[in-house]
């Protein structure tokens, strides 16, 4: 098997830098738009044939590392009681926001094993049709992230229910956030049982929270969730989106690897973030439109500086955007491999 991408993680020694990309499967790509042409988003992800079909896309297009699981974040809290839509202008819709205890107390611990079968069932499709070429990567929100699409009905431009909650009604928000975190337990574990080699917890939204906030409200969940995983004995990695101003917390999260975003210099990021940990980034999205020798600077740059981490994985700083070249990112998946080479 290739397992470079779970030695990478581990820290041990690899012969060339692993590669895979947030968001590897999905609209920028011809043959998810020719699936996605028949059929709902939400319905595709809870179809394990096709959402096999679509995660498998990547691998053969792109020849990364790694595949990760079709799914979103947002599965999860269809299972918990919440209505859920995805509209093609707004993206998630999720109609009846949570604003109060009544709220939060009317949510369900999802039985996974009962209430999202076809998760289970897309992992073992997977790791069958996968045959060990790469490992298979599942994934979660973090809990504040998730609580801030509960909270806020959907994506938001400053967050205002939910720091609102957070400052005028902070047991509510605690409470809301204890739920998520047992919720989040099972659901990973569940993914990791099915199958699941490694698991990255998405934690979009952390950013827009002041360091002494995030300490209080978000950390120490996320910090629960991880150090529950690791039991299972299988990589942790935590991306954390505009990570810069709480690295220091982010430290301390107990995860084996912490994904980065592009707003800092992954030099910067590995300085804070030590030896023990491996570091995984950090490209912008926007670079896979730059010239091809531009693109092959950039992806150098981080190889370059990532050689100073404990181990490196080579990323995004967050997802593909839906207009990207594709022969962009085939290029830059060469360009990791060509270039990432230890020498
Ligand atoms: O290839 C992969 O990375 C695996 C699949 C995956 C999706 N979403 C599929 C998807 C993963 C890991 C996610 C995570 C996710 N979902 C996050 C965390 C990462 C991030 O981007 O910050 C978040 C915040 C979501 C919530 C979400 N899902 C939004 C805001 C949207 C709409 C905007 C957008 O980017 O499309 C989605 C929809 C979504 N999730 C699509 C895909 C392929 C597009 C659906 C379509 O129209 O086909």
């Given at each position: 098997?290739?397992?470079?991408?779970?030695r990478?993680?581990?820290?041990?020694?690899?012969?060339?830098?692993?590669?895979?990309?947030?968001?590897?499967?999905?609209?920028?790509?011809p043959?998810?738009?020719?699936?996605?042409?028949?059929?709902?988003?939400?319905?595709?992800?809870?179809?394990?044939?096709?959402?096999a079909?679509?995660?498998l896309?990547?691998?053969?297009?792109?020849?990364?590392?790694?595949?990760?699981?079709?799914s979103?974040?947002?599965?999860?809290?269809?299972?918990?009681?919440?209505?859920?839509?995805?509209?093609?202008?707004?993206?998630?819709?999720?109609?009846?926001?949570i604003?109060s205890?009544?709220?939060?107390e009317?949510?369900?611990?999802?039985?996974?094993?009962?209430?999202?079968?076809?998760?289970?069932?897309?992992?073992?499709?997977?790791?069958?049709?996968?045959?060990?070429k790469?490992?298979?990567?599942?994934?979660?929100?973090?809990?504040?992230?998730?609580?801030?699409?509960?909270?806020e009905?959907?994506?938001?431009?400053?967050?205002?229910?939910?720091k609102?909650?957070?400052?005028?009604?902070?047991?509510?928000?605690?409470?809301?956030?204890?739920?998520?975190?047992?919720?989040?337990?099972?659901?990973?574990?569940?993914?990791?049982?099915a199958g699941?080699?490694?698991?990255?917890?998405?934690?979009?939204?952390?950013?827009?929270?002041?360091p002494?906030?995030?300490?209080?409200?978000?950390?120490?969940?996320?910090?629960?969730?991880?150090?529950?995983i690791?039991?299972?004995?299988?990589?942790?990695?935590?991306?954390?989106?505009?990570?810069?101003?709480?690295?220091?917390?982010?430290?301390?999260?107990g995860a084996?690897?912490?994904?980065?975003?592009?707003?800092?210099?992954?030099a910067?990021?590995i300085?804070?973030?030590?030896?023990?940990?491996?570091i995984?980034?950090?490209?912008?999205?926007?670079?896979?439109?730059?010239?091809?020798?531009?693109?092959?600077?950039?992806?150098?740059?981080?190889?370059?500086k990532?050689?100073?981490?404990?181990?490196?994985?080579?990323?995004?700083?967050?997802?593909?955007?839906?207009?990207t070249?594709?022969?962009?990112?085939?290029?830059?998946v060469?360009?990791?491999?060509?270039?990432?080479?230890?020498?």
């Open positions: 098997m290739n397992d470079t991408f779970l990478a993680c581990r820290g041990e020694e690899v012969e060339y830098t692993p590669v895979w990309l947030m968001r590897q499967a999905g609209r920028y790509l043959e998810y738009q020719t699936v996605r042409s028949n059929i709902d988003f939400l319905t595709l992800c809870k179809n394990p044939k096709l959402a079909e679509v995660t896309q990547p691998v053969d297009i792109l020849g990364v590392d790694a595949a990760i699981l079709f979103d974040i947002l599965i999860p809290l269809e299972a918990m009681g919440m209505r859920l839509e995805f509209s093609d202008k707004e993206g998630p819709v999720l109609s009846e926001p604003r205890k009544t709220s939060v009317k949510l369900i611990i999802p039985d996974v094993e009962d209430d999202l079968p076809f998760i289970f069932d897309t992992i073992r499709i997977l790791r069958k049709e996968l045959e060990n790469v490992p298979l990567i599942g994934f979660s929100g973090a809990p504040f992230t998730l609580a801030t699409y509960m909270i009905g959907g994506t938001s431009k400053n967050f205002l229910h939910t609102k909650m957070m400052f005028q009604n902070s047991p509510v928000f605690h409470y809301l956030m204890e739920k998520l975190t047992d919720m989040l337990i099972s659901y990973l574990s569940f993914q990791i049982k699941a080699q490694a698991v990255q917890v998405f934690d979009s939204w952390a950013g827009i929270l002041a002494v906030d995030y300490k209080k409200f978000a950390f120490p969940y996320v910090k629960k969730v991880i150090s529950e690791k039991k299972e004995r299988v990589p942790v990695i935590y991306f954390v989106n505009n990570c810069a101003g709480i690295l220091k917390e982010v430290k301390n999260s084996d690897v912490i994904g980065v975003d592009w707003r800092v210099d992954i910067d990021a300085k804070k973030l030590g030896k023990k940990i491996t995984q980034g950090n490209l912008d999205p926007c670079a896979l439109f730059l010239p091809k020798e531009k693109l092959e600077e950039r992806v150098k740059d981080i190889l370059w990532g050689e100073t981490a404990k181990s490196h994985i080579f990323n995004l700083g967050h997802g593909v955007l839906p207009q070249p594709v022969e962009n990112v085939i290029a830059m060469e360009a990791v491999h060509t270039y990432g080479r230890r020498r």
